[in-house]
């Protein structure tokens, strides 16, 4: 018996260590210096560089980015929370989504709503992003569609909006009444908008008004003849300790006030999504000439996207949201599942539990355990991944139990075990193989659904996926989708090796 319990205890004793560093590391992020987190659009993480860049003089560590942390809910809540200190935001969406104000709202205004929770706006960068809705113009042309209101005349036309825009206080429905629309728009990704109506495959999409694709595709932006969209100046939106905890960084953000103009904007943007050059390295150009134009740092190939300086890290990331959310659900679901394996009807309830975890949407999940734990980043990430792996494991540790013959159990008692001993001497190592299984579809489904954590900045492959998206950018797409495929083919090798070396002992 001694021989089984210690390898037991080492692998429990490994699985605790790795839970420790990660809660240290989660720990310590929210200690490191200023955090600055992002939207998940170009313009944003283009941004939150810009931000990053001119504060990392005057800090004793560069500013942590958190960038694609998600629409204004989830980056809201990351600051109110105090998951991030400051990211750029715009005065139409904090008058109206963020404090369900009206459009007239100064930014006086906003700064004494915003105070009670102990954030503030400061320093507008000099440009308006606004709302809008653009159509592909030889077809505006061919129907005579020139402001929005020609385009309520319209109602065959196919919309593709994005689904925050659908969902937003100052978005689809209030424009919807305001012009009459009769029109059931279809939600799209931002980023993948702009193709699918270069396809035909709708005929109108919401757009920024410092989207650089807009011309490039030869778009036409539809008038707000009836004035619904309101001013979107880009402002920080902050934490009110901020200026206190790191004075010289604050002052030379404020140096950035008015220095952004539209057309450096779209100059910026068209960099990203165009050329396909680093946000860093455009957020570094503009601060070093002043302007957005071009510079040595061009765009990057793919294998430079898969191969980049940040695959090292991400490559941790990822490994450790894996092995400590899948170790977190061996230890709560091996011992439940040996714990409802005799009763019947337990057993049912846990394991239908479990099972309704699976069916809850992972970006859903995410925003709850955000709101609940009041933290972004990794935590909520390990929180919904353990989640995530408790039904293989105990549904096979169940199984495995159930499969086991009942004379060898029977043996076990007239050989006079307790029950304790029984299972650890004959029943847990028989069931070894099929609980073995359950770990590695556990496995297999984290590694992909980690991937989704980074929506709320829990790093991994998928921070270059949710940048792809935003970029509509085919190749970071799979700089990020082929390590994560890799790491799962490796996880796949690694248990096989295990399986081959059991059945070798056992025979």
């Not at 020139?146 to 100052?170: C, Q, T, V, Y």
């Not at 949201?321 to 977190?328: I, Q, R």
Request: glycine share 10%.
């Amino acid at each position: 018996m001694p021989s089984l319990r210690r390898p037991w205890l080492t692998a429990l004793t490994c699985l605790g260590l790795l839970c420790a560093a990660a809660f240290s590391h989660s720990s310590h992020a929210q200690e490191q210096g200023l955090r600055i987190g992002s939207k998940r659009f170009t313009e944003s993480y283009i941004l939150a560089e810009v931000l990053a860049q001119t504060a990392s003089p005057q800090t004793p560590t560069p500013p942590l980015v958190r960038q694609g942390l998600g629409n204004t809910a989830i980056v809201y809540e990351a600051l109110r929370s105090g998951g991030i200190d400051l990211y750029a935001e715009y005065t139409g969406t904090i008058a109206l989504e963020i404090l369900k104000g009206s459009q007239s709202m100064t930014r006086e205004a906003m700064s004494a709503a915003l105070a009670p929770l102990g954030l503030g706006v400061a320093i507008p960068l000099g440009f308006n992003d606004g709302y809008a809705l653009a159509m592909r113009a030889a077809d505006a042309d061919r129907l005579g569609v020139h402001d929005l209101s020609d385009l309520a005349r319209h109602p065959e036309l196919k919309l593709g909006l994005s689904n925050e825009f659908i969902g937003r206080a100052d978005g689809w429905q209030g424009l919807a009444a305001r012009y009459g629309f009769r029109q059931a728009p279809t939600g799209l990704d931002h980023g993948l908008a702009y193709d699918a109506i270069v396809a035909k495959q709708i005929d109108v999409i919401d757009i920024y008004t410092t989207d650089a694709k807009i011309d490039h595709l030869g778009l036409r932006v539809l008038r707000d003849d009836r004035g619904y969209f309101p001013r979107y100046d880009a402002v920080v939106l902050y934490r009110l300790d901020v200026p206190a905890r790191w004075p010289k960084a604050w002052a030379a953000l404020q140096k950035l006030e008015g220095r952004i103009d539209e057309r450096a904007m779209i100059a910026m943007n068209a960099r990203a999504e165009l050329q396909g050059v680093a946000f860093d390295a455009i957020a570094r150009d503009f601060l070093a000439q002043g302007q957005a134009g071009p510079s040595d740092a061009g765009s990057r190939g793919f294998v430079a996207k898969l191969f980049g300086s940040d695959l090292g890290r991400l490559a941790r990331q990822h490994l450790m949201l894996v092995a400590v959310s899948v170790g977190l659900a061996i230890l709560i679901a091996v011992p439940l599942g040996i714990l409802v394996f005799p009763h019947v009807r337990a057993r049912a309830v846990v394991l239908g539990l479990t099972g309704l975890l699976q069916t809850i949407p992972s970006l859903a999940l995410l925003a709850v355990l955000i709101s609940l734990i009041g933290a972004i980043g990794t935590l909520p990430a390990l929180v919904a991944l353990t989640l995530y792996s408790l039904l293989p494991i105990m549904r096979n540790t169940v199984t495995g139990l159930a499969e086991v013959p009942a004379g060898l159990r029977q043996a076990g008692t007239a050989l006079g075990m307790t029950g304790t001993q029984s299972l650890q001497v004959v029943m847990l190592p028989l069931a070894l193989p099929t609980l073995l299984a359950g770990v590695r579809t556990a496995t297999t489904i984290a590694i992909g659904t980690a991937t989704i954590a980074a929506f709320i900045g829990a790093g991994g492959f998928g921070e270059r996926i949710v940048t792809g998206l935003a970029l509509n950018d085919r190749e970071l797409l799979l700089a990020g989708a082929i390590p994560a495929a890799v790491l799962a083919l490796l996880s796949e090798a690694l248990f096989e090796t295990i399986e081959f070396l059991m059945r070798r002992r056992r025979g």
